[in-house]
């Protein structure tokens, strides 16, 4: 049986940079195949993680769970027939739900074994993505059984704190990585992903032996033997939570169900604001479809509705003034809401490649080898092309 794990995480989040720690030191043993299905016209990831010797199926033009499930089937039956890996890594496109691909991998009617279903999420802009994003956002992390946060060495320890408090309303029970991939071992890392429900055994433990055990009765009661549980356990029935308890994990589906007057309240509030919201960063006005911000829009859309690309592969050179002045007008709002771009391009003012990659407003700019031709796409929604050619010369 070939183990299947699945790299799910939001647009430059940090999936390539997990998968690549990965290869450094944690698969030498294994035959291991990567799928990596990039949202765009052009595929960029393949150029980055080529140096890893992984042998990569690319899967361009949309998300392997909308319009390529047959496709997905397919590519799977070919790199098993081809290479006969003993592991499949799936990166999905950043805005897919790793639900939907979930349920790829299970119905493919093949001889495959779900291993790690990992989310990468950004530490610093979880919240922001939430609130423009929401459904594809909340579906990649309640589905996961380990979620990294990514870039906490940016952040100081309450933002940190905030963003595991965050990522804990959407899944009490998944493992958390905070510390920076690149400061661990491969191996390391990957025994973490792979035994998730040990560590979080570990840590319930750990922590039950710290705050004597009041933090998480409601969810391990049942299988704690101490006296104290057992105790608890017998005098207080699972239907006895206050709605406060429920209110923090489900509250954008279900107040309206809920009497308790603290969820009327919580309710009328949020109808209140929620066209107050920022999004990505840009006024406000630039997110409206036909009267909706974008963070009330998306329900039930395939990526391909909500998600626009620009890409395009190109010969043109350029210096490293040009190309951060490029980067910092995608922030503007001139030329859509801008979650991401990526590219390799030639130096005009050196002998190198430039390898860029833009977040909402962050970017890193680094020197890199050659490759067959310069390629950048530019992700987000209501991109503007004309513009962006323009500014890409």
Aim: charge should be negative; hydrophobic fraction near 30%.
């Amino acid at each position: 049986m070939i183990k299947v794990d699945i790299i799910s995480g939001f647009l430059g989040a940090g999936k390539t940079t997990l998968i690549k720690k990965l290869f450094e030191g944690a698969f030498k043993r294994e035959k291991v195949a990567l799928i990596e299905n990039e949202f765009g016209e052009i595929g960029i990831d393949g150029t980055f993680l080529k140096d890893s010797g992984i042998e990569i199926k690319e899967i361009n033009s949309g998300c392997i769970c909308c319009s390529l499930v047959g496709n997905f089937e397919k590519s799977l039956q070919e790199l098993i027939e081809k290479y006969n890996p003993d592991r499949i890594i799936i990166e999905p496109s950043g805005v897919g739900k790793l639900s939907e691909v979930v349920k790829a991998v299970e119905g493919a009617g093949l001889d495959l074994k779900l291993n790690i279903l990992c989310t990468v999420v950004d530490g610093g802009k979880c919240k922001m993505y939430f609130k423009n994003f929401g459904e594809f956002y909340v579906d990649q992390i309640s589905e996961a059984n380990t979620i990294v946060v990514s870039k906490t060495d940016k952040l100081t320890e309450e933002k940190v704190i905030d963003a595991c408090e965050f990522i804990k309303t959407y899944n009490p029970t998944a493992t958390l990585i905070t510390t920076p991939v690149t400061q661990l071992n491969g191996a390391f890392l990957l025994e973490n992903l792979e035994d998730s429900v040990s560590l979080v055994d570990m840590i319930i433990k750990e922590l039950k032996a710290k705050h004597g055990h009041e933090h998480h009765h409601h969810h391990h009661d049942e299988d704690c033997e101490c006296e104290e549980c057992k105790h608890e356990h017998e005098h207080h029935h699972e239907h006895e939570h206050e709605c406060c308890d429920h209110d923090h994990e489900h509250h954008h589906h279900h107040d309206e169900d809920c009497e308790c007057e603290e969820c009327k309240h919580e309710h009328e509030h949020e109808h209140h604001h929620e066209h107050e919201h920022e999004c990505c960063d840009h006024e406000h006005e630039h997110h409206h479809h036909d009267g909706e911000c974008c963070c009330h829009h998306h329900h039930d859309h395939d990526a391909d509705e909500v998600f626009a690309s620009y890409g395009k592969e190109t010969v043109v050179s350029y210096s490293k003034e040009e190309l951060e002045t490029a980067l910092k007008a995608l922030a503007s709002g001139e030329y859509g809401i801008v979650l991401r771009s990526k590219g390799v391009l030639k130096a005009s003012d050196n002998d190198s490649w430039y390898y860029f990659d833009y977040v909402s407003g962050d970017y890193d700019i680094k020197l890199g080898s050659p490759d067959v031709i310069g390629k950048l796409c530019v992700i987000g929604s209501q991109i503007d092309k004309e513009k962006l050619e323009k500014l890409f010369k």
